[in-house]
């Protein structure tokens, strides 16, 4: 939830808001309904009323000039159809008649000197962000070789220590046990830490570090876009498939993230699997399929010997 209080509250270092009128509306929430940020905020529009109206130069000329009852018509639609607030952009004057309308119906209504565009950019960036579909998932999330790398399996399998030995070879933590995930574009999700665990590992045996002060200020990571799972299972060779003929996926927030699994045995370097999986989805972005050209040389050289 979001008000547009905390709009303000939460943009004031990078837009300049002043309260004009409604302010006693301020607790009025913005609601997402599952709609992208652009649908949230725009330059007046009397066709989408519940979004946040922008009016900049142009908008508060089209405005003046219509007479006080179709005016009132207007906004009065605005309200009917739950215009979270209105915007006064290009460090243009609010009209007396809208000042005086949103302070009598309860509509929020700022002012602010950046231009109508630039101010509709910020706040779809921002609310894009803020509102974004999110999930807290169990694991660590790592910065290998550049890539958001989601280590999962269950307890006692050694995600922590894995992940304390990537460190250790100059890769970055996210974060640990608590992953929070959101969504902050169609085909991205971004990974980042809760603020309570930023920059602890918890290590069985040795308790919470704090990687950054151990490592240094490289070693840590605010955020990461997730592009790989990296999911540890118990050594099993009769149920695992050695060699998995697609890329396997996993449906995080409605985006498939591929996924590899890695059997934990005694003497298998873990760290070095990771870094080798993690180049390989590098070239599986790329359009290289490894896997793929092996069946055709294959198929290939089983022809080759059928013909001679």
């Known amino acids: 939830m979001l008000t547009v ?17 409604g302010k006693n509306a301020s607790d009025r929430v913005i609601l997402a309904n599952g709609t992208s940020a652009a649908d949230l905020i725009g330059h007046l529009n009397l066709i989408h009323p519940a979004r946040i109206q922008v009016f900049g130069e142009a908008e508060v000329s089209y405005y003046n000039r219509f007479d006080l009852k179709r005016k009132l018509h207007h906004l009065d639609e605005l309200r009917q159809g739950g215009v979270p607030g209105i915007f006064i952009a290009d460090n243009e004057q609010p009209p007396d008649d809208l000042r005086d309308f949103c302070e009598k119906n ?3 209504l700022l002012c602010t000197p950046i231009e109508a565009a630039q101010l509709i950019d910020l706040l779809r960036i921002y609310l894009g962000k803020r509102l974004a579909p999110k999930t807290t998932l169990h694991g660590v999330f790592m910065d290998v070789l550049g890539m958001g790398v989601l280590i999962t399996g269950e307890s006692g399998l050694g995600k922590s220590e ?5 460190i250790s070879r100059g890769h970055g933590l996210v974060a640990d046990d608590a992953v929070e995930l959101l969504r902050t574009a169609p085909n991205i999700i971004e990974g980042q830490c809760p603020p309570l665990l930023q920059n602890l590992l918890e290590v069985r045996g040795l308790g919470l570090l704090d990687i950054r002060t151990i490592f240094g ?47 934990v045995a005694a003497g298998r370097n873990l760290a070095v699997l990771v870094e080798a999986a993690v180049r390989n989805t590098i070239l599986t972005f790329r359009g290289i399929d490894t896997m793929g ?8 050289a089983i022809m080759n010997n059928r013909k001679d």
Do not use: C, Y
Request: glycine content about 2%; overall charge neutral.
């Open 5 to 21: 209080q905390e709009l303000v509250s939460d943009n004031h270092d990078k837009i300049p808001m002043i309260w004009a009128a």
């Open 217 to 263: 200020e490289a070693s840590v990571r605010r955020k990461m876009k997730l592009k790989l799972i990296v999911h540890l299972v118990r050594s099993n060779p009769e149920n695992f498939e050695r060699l998995p003929l697609k890329n396997e996926t996993v449906d995080i927030l409605g985006i498939p993230i591929i996924r590899v699994m890695l059997q």
């Open 106 to 108: 309860g509509v929020p």
């Open 162 to 166: 894995l992940a304390l030995e990537l």
């Open 293 to 300: 050209d092996f069946i055709e040389r294959q198929a290939l």
